[in-house]
């Protein structure tokens, strides 16, 4: 599995709800690293290259010493639509 699929799937099974504003839930890099299997930086520099892709999103600055993720509304919904169709 690419890494950046690893990453996308532990993204995917952490966010429980869309919209959530509240980013103090939002998944941390650390958590996001830990369920892949992958340092902290590689998750990030793979976080950050998803937000590019429109698939993720950041929090505007740093919470606790440390960015934090979500799905994006576009990837949230692509979601859905599979889990309704399976």
């Known amino acids: 599995m690419l890494i950046a699929e690893r990453v996308f799937d532990a993204l995917k099974q ?19 690293a830990e369920d892949s299997g992958l340092g902290i930086y590689q998750t990030r520099n793979t976080l950050l290259k998803l937000v590019d892709q429109g698939k993720a999103q950041v929090t505007p600055s740093l919470m606790s010493n440390t960015l934090r993720w979500y799905l994006s509304e576009s990837a949230w919904q692509e979601q859905t639509r599979y889990y309704q169709a399976s």
């Open 14 to 32: 952490r966010c429980e709800a869309f919209p959530n504003d509240d980013y103090c839930l939002w998944i941390s890099t650390r958590t996001l």
